[in-house]
């Protein structure tokens, strides 16, 4: 049964005697433009299944380049693991040639990839994750000692450097955090309303909503939010000046790049995360007074009167704490992917989307371990 293949380069003649190993015979020109065509029939008499093994004459061949060559090794590889046998015959001299130039020997079978041991691939996880562990503590050990002692510095850091990074990282952010906390306060208290309205306690709708937005949500959702937003924004600064070779200029310069491009984030996160944590609040039970006021026959006055004495000061200031965490979590989980940056503009991406996949999954473990707490306090 003869074929002609992709073209005129190349010629496929399968000889089957029974009994017999099946052969497939090549002739013409086995390059990149006729190797695809070969590889698929073999591949595809292999998951057929051939007991009595399958050998190839290639005395035929005129030319073969690396892709043929390359397509036997492949085929060998596929034809030892279905435990077939497939052997190359009657090579000609264009193919013994080819495989000398590549150094291969189509007589020996090619090698297993054999993986390291499972004690080894798991040992070299720990210690990769031991490293980053050390790393991410010098991160935050340096961080802190750098802002508690730069004020009293000459050169602290750039002048403006903090009200700047408070612009970006708070001041533009404001809008989407009051948005966001209006909409979810407005959906909770409309949620909530929908049970307690059945008992006659509509009122209540201002307790829960005023604890639960102090307490729990308004940190989160703001937290969420920044590191959506500033978490990345840090990352990728921090990444692209790794890759541009700025942050190895900085070190040439004599200035310490922790000093001069997180201290100031850390001043800016630390006083406007909880000032984004009070618009957060004040707007989401903001969103349960419009439906309390339409919806549930509550003034305004009772609602607001309602809620101030739901809270007490172990509330406001829980909140605020847990904000100030949220940040520094935020900041040293984009600064720390953005140092640990390798490659281009790939790797800038990379650690972007992990900083801010990290930043959230360490603030929720952040906030379950201060609900636990609170909880035992």
Same mark, same amino acid.
């Given at each position: ?6 073209? $005129?380069?190349?010629?496929?003649? &399968?000889?089957?005697?029974?009994? /017999?190993?099946?052969? +497939?015979?090549? $002739? ?16 595809? %008499? ?24 390359? *397509? ?5 590889? %596929? ?24 150094? &291969?020997? !189509?007589?020996? @079978? ?22 980053? /562990? ?20 000459? %050169? ?38 929908? @049970? ?28 969420? *939010? ?23 200029? +900085? ?5 310490? !790049? ?5 201290? !100031? ?7 406007? @995360?909880?000032? +984004? ?11 349960? *007074? ?9 003034? !305004? ?14 509330? +406001? ?53 201060? $609900? ?6």
């Amino acid at each position: 049964m003869a074929s002609d293949a992709a073209g $005129s380069n190349i010629v496929l003649d &399968w000889r089957e005697e029974p009994g /017999a190993a099946e052969e +497939l015979v090549v $002739s013409g020109r086995l390059d990149r433009h006729s190797a695809r065509e070969v590889h698929r029939t073999l591949v595809e %008499r292999l998951r057929r299944g051939a007991a009595a093994g399958i050998a190839v004459d290639l005395s035929g061949v005129k030319r073969i380049d690396a892709s043929g060559v390359a *397509l036997f090794a492949d085929v060998l590889r %596929r034809a030892r693991s279905r435990g077939v046998s497939l052997r190359l015959s009657s090579l000609s001299a264009a193919a013994r040639e080819a495989f000398e130039v590549f150094r &291969w020997d !189509p007589a020996q @079978q090619p090698p297993e990839r054999i993986g390291e041991p499972y004690l080894v691939q798991r040992g070299e996880s720990v210690l990769g994750g031991l490293a980053a /562990a050390r790393d991410l503590l010098v991160l935050c050990a340096d961080t802190f000692v750098w802002a508690v002692t730069a004020p009293f510095q000459k %050169r602290p850091y750039r002048k403006g450097a903090a009200l700047e990074q408070s612009v970006l990282l708070g001041s533009n952010a404001a809008g989407i955090v009051a948005l966001i906390s209006f909409i979810v306060g407005l959906t909770m208290a409309l949620l909530s309303a929908t @049970q307690l309205r059945t008992f006659g306690a509509n009122i209540y709708v201002a307790d829960m909503l005023a604890l639960a937005m102090t307490r729990e949500l308004a940190p989160l959702l703001t937290a969420i *939010l920044v590191a959506g937003r500033s978490g990345s924004a840090v990352a990728a600064e921090v990444a692209t000046m790794k890759v541009t070779e700025e942050v190895d200029a +900085l070190k040439t310069l004599g200035l310490e !790049p922790v000093r001069f491009l997180v201290v !100031p984030k850390f001043y800016a996160i630390t006083l406007t @995360q909880p000032l +984004l944590t009070v618009i957060s609040a004040l707007f989401g039970i903001a969103g349960g *007074l419009v439906i309390g006021t339409l919806m549930l026959n509550l003034s !305004p006055e009772a609602f607001v009167q309602q809620a101030a004495r739901a809270l007490v000061l172990k509330d +406001l200031l829980s909140g605020l704490l847990k904000s100030v965490v949220f940040g520094w979590i935020i900041l040293v989980v984009g600064a720390f992917n953005g140092f640990r940056v390798t490659g281009g503009a790939e790797g800038v991406g990379r650690v972007t989307t992990s900083a801010v996949v990290q930043a959230i999954f360490g603030v929720i473990v952040a906030d379950a371990i201060f $609900s636990l707490i609170f909880w035992y306090g």
